[in-house]
């Protein structure tokens, strides 16, 4: 099983060019996430999916957009990146009342 | 909005030694989960707990959902070297904002061998 996979794993924006991080999983899982972690700091949610077609906010979804059309897809669409957005993006999945699995990560910089 | 209070924030022992970190919320949660992160990989999972007032151990890790279902703790007995890493706990809800994570900011732990 590959479980959750993220792509690209590295990427340098522009001020003000736009990009969508791919995240993709085979679990079948309804839940999916996208969480921002900044050095040394915890995991912020951006947002959340309990199940394709329905999407919701976390804690720091300004400047972000997601879609859930499939249940295995969840993109994370930035528009107009800005250099606050330096970060590096996690999507995770799980099945309701259950632990979630993580991809890998994608280390994303905006200059 | 739901905040998750993780102490303490970084802890430096000697190997061999037990370590003991701990997450508190003014929120109830349903499930609590325990992560370990390490430099440049995704969170895994190591404990998940579902019930008030549980206790599970995977191995040398045992940890526990607080009764009042707002705080849980998490021991590494006999700590190794390869405990080295970032330790995260996480709460989750179910009902209106059903499916939410949210997550603590994280226990650095180092290790001196």
């Known amino acids: 099983n590959a479980g959750v996979t993220q792509t690209p794993k590295f990427r340098i924006l522009k001020i003000g060019q736009s990009m969508t991080l791919q995240c993709t999983q085979d679990?079948?899982?309804?839940?999916m996430y996208w969480y921002r972690q900044d050095p040394g700091m915890g995991l912020k949610l951006i947002y959340y999916?309990?199940?394709?077609?329905?999407?919701d906010k976390g804690e720091v979804p300004n400047g972000y957009n997601v879609s859930r059309s499939t249940t295995e897809d969840f993109p994370l669409r930035l528009e107009l990146a800005a250099p606050s957005q330096t970060s590096v993006y996690f999507c995770?999945?799980?099945?309701?009342?259950?632990?979630?699995?993580f991809g890998q990560g994608t280390r994303l910089t905006v200059v | 909005g739901q905040q998750l209070n993780q102490s303490p924030q970084s802890m430096f022992i000697q190997e061999g030694e037990d370590v003991s970190m701990n997450c508190t919320s003014s929120?109830?949660?349903?499930?609590w989960l325990w992560y370990k992160q390490d430099p440049g990989e995704g969170p895994v999972l190591l404990i998940a707990?579902?019930?008030?007032?549980e206790l599970t151990s995977n191995g040398r890790l045992t940890a526990q959902f607080g009764i009042t279902r707002k705080d849980s703790f998490l021991n590494i007995s006999a700590s190794i070297p390869s405990d080295v890493g970032i330790y995260f706990c996480?709460?989750?809800?179910?009902?209106?904002?059903?499916?939410?994570?949210?997550f603590g900011q994280g226990t650095e732990l180092s290790v001196k061998p």
């Open positions: 995770a999945s799980s099945k309701r009342a259950a632990e979630a699995f």
């Open positions: 679990m079948n899982h309804n839940y």
């Open positions: 999916s309990v199940g394709a077609g329905i999407t």
């Open positions: 929120s109830i949660f349903n499930t």
């Open positions: 707990l579902y019930k008030a007032g």
């Open positions: 996480a709460g989750q809800r179910w009902g209106n904002q059903g499916g939410k994570l949210i």
